[in-house]
């Protein structure tokens, strides 16, 4: 017998890099392999939820069981999550959503010349707040890697963006590693998860994750 904790959960997420054209051949991204999210995906949907995948660009194969919604930009994240949010029990923000956004994108491909470039950045929407500030928000998860003071930082993350869980990465070179080791911070405070292959770190998140939603 195999328990279903999420069973009958609508489970949304985001996973990978976001892609920011600066001309018609090159653009500004962030290193994420989509990896961890991805494992997520999959861990939610072996604990019996519906879940919608919202993935940058990643040669990753689709999770089994898992709707895969492709995207490139942060606006287009966006997008593609607050047309999905209607119905979610539980969003995961797993993307490393790029900071910034190219302003004077050029529609063709820049000839280079002797003249210094100046490429204006905008910030990007914050997809993570949006949705967890936001009327009546959904059980809201978000991740953070950060290479110095992490649990500092992490745990004043988790407060300005109002989220009940953040996963605090420690492994520094996690990205496009199979292995990871977090710490999970909560309401009740911390939580450490042993080291190992980040399907395993992921299904023991996804267990954390049903046990704080059935508690709320
Ligand atoms: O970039 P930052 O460290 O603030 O990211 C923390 C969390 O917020 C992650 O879960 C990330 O997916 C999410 N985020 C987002 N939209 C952004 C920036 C971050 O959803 N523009």
Redesign the pocket.
């Known amino acids: 017998f195999q328990p279903k904790p999420l069973a009958g959960c609508r489970v949304l997420l985001?996973a990978g890099p976001t892609f920011e054209r600066i001309d018609a051949v090159r653009g500004i991204t962030n290193t994420s392999s989509g990896k961890m999210g991805f494992a997520v995906a999959r861990a939610a949907w072996e604990a019996g939820a519906e879940v919608t995948l919202v993935a940058g660009e990643t040669p990753l194969p689709t999770p089994i069981g898992c709707r895969r919604i492709d995207v490139r930009s942060?606006e287009e994240m966006l997008g593609a999550v607050e047309a999905e949010l209607r119905g979610t029990d539980i969003f995961i923000?797993?993307?490393?959503?790029?900071?910034y956004y190219v302003l004077n994108q050029s529609e063709h491909k820049i000839k280079k010349d002797a003249h210094i470039l100046t490429l204006e950045l905008a910030p990007?929407?914050?997809?993570?707040?949006r949705v967890a500030c936001g009327d009546n928000p959904p059980f809201c998860?978000?991740?953070?890697?950060?290479s110095e003071n992490l649990l500092e930082y992490a745990e004043a993350?988790r407060h300005r963006?109002q989220l009940p869980l953040l996963v605090a990465n420690l492994v520094q070179q996690a990205m496009g590693a199979d292995d990871n080791e977090v710490i999970l911070l909560d309401d009740q405070g911390q939580h450490r998860l042993p080291r190992g292959p980040k399907l395993e770190v992921a299904r023991q998140l996804i267990a954390h994750v049903a046990r704080l939603y059935g508690e709320r």
């Open positions: 985001t942060a923000a797993v993307a490393a959503v790029a900071d990007n929407p914050d997809i993570l707040a998860v978000g991740f953070a890697a950060e993350k963006k």
